[in-house]
């Protein structure tokens, strides 16, 4: 379910707020306290995370950046539920993720975020809005329901001509718009995105990132990337680096 602001009072004599003003001046969305991730790898024990604190506010677009193996990814994970953490605290809008058994937590998420990977995961024997709308049918809304919003999603971004097509038959470009129309059929509060522009070429990256920047715009939805492109990370709020585990330097556009 989409998570509305009210509006706010307009005041005629205030000049217009930037799109960082306006994410700064929103509530936070998203707030991890000391949180400590840590795996083992071949018999050792390796830290992910070494007591991370971040807030992300409502409708912010936020880039985390790092070398490899620095944590970037098992920070997203942890942040979206798909991960656990071995203590801390991972809020989600209010809500204590780390809290919550599977099935609640693939029900929060299914509510209220939408996934968006470097690998597209569709299904190949799927069409395009079939793909879209199965996060739909799986949390159990009807068929026709399901199969209209899918469309609107599809037309969000540029594709609903490509509706009944399947993956094998797009670009990649077009595989990761149908990516991002899934991400976003539930009108989610929250959309994670893990190196979504690295299989494209540039001029088809570009194109995603700005379509990511519109529906941030437009519908205030909150985006966290994970991406290796320095040019993706100055387009967004705010550039989080990290190294070795941990976040060490914090940048806004």
């Excluded at 519908?219 to 100055?234: E, R, Y």
Aim: hydrophobic share 40%.
């Amino acid at each position: 379910m989409a998570l509305m602001l009210e509006r706010q009072p307009r005041v005629e004599s205030a000049p217009a707020l930037t799109p960082v003003e306006k994410a700064t001046r929103q509530s936070t969305i998203i707030e991890l306290q000391d949180v400590v991730k840590s795996y083992r790898s071949g018999g050792v024990e390796v830290q992910a995370l070494r007591g991370v604190s971040l807030q992300v506010q409502r409708g912010e677009m936020v880039a985390i950046m790092g070398a490899s193996g620095c944590g970037k990814t098992t920070l997203l994970n942890c942040m979206s539920g798909l991960d656990s953490i071995d203590s801390g605290v991972v809020s989600i809008d209010g809500t204590d993720i780390a809290t919550l058994n599977d099935k609640k937590k693939t029900s929060y998420r299914a509510q209220n975020m939408g996934f968006i990977f470097q690998t597209y995961n569709l299904l190949p024997v799927l069409s395009a809005v079939e793909n879209v709308e199965l996060p739909l049918v799986v949390s159990g809304t009807n068929a026709g329901e399901a199969r209209r919003r899918a469309l609107e999603a599809l037309e969000r971004v540029d594709l609903a001509v490509k509706a009944n097509q399947r993956p094998a038959q797009l670009s990649g470009g077009q595989r990761q718009r149908v990516t991002i129309a899934r991400s976003i059929v539930n009108n989610p509060a929250i959309v994670w995105a893990d190196e979504p522009t690295g299989a494209l070429d540039s001029k088809t990256a570009n194109d995603i990132v700005t379509l990511m920047e519109t529906l941030n715009r437009d519908h205030n939805q909150t985006f966290v990337l994970v991406t290796h492109d320095a040019a993706i990370g100055k387009r967004c709020h705010r550039l989080v680096r990290m190294s070795d585990g941990s976040i060490v330097s914090e940048e806004r556009a």
